[in-house]
């Protein structure tokens, strides 16, 4: 009994583009959507992930 294994190949160029272009857009839009915000904000923000996680932050 032999098993045939064939595999389907993509372009490392067309692979890659996806999500170079989807990373940028978030580190882009994170960017500037913390710049546009007040520090309080971001404290908060900041703060309600580190209880949400379970992380002590006192």
């Not at 993509?10 to 272009?21: D, E, Q, R």
């Not at 580190?27 to 379970?54: K, N, P, Y």
């Amino acid at each position: 009994m032999a098993t045939q294994t064939t595999t389907a190949g993509k372009t490392a160029s067309g692979s890659i583009i996806l999500p170079v272009i989807a990373c940028f857009a978030i580190g882009f839009g994170l960017i500037f959507m913390s710049g546009l915000v007040q520090a309080e904000t971001l404290h908060d923000a900041a703060h309600d992930v580190r209880h949400a996680t379970g992380f002590p932050c006192h």
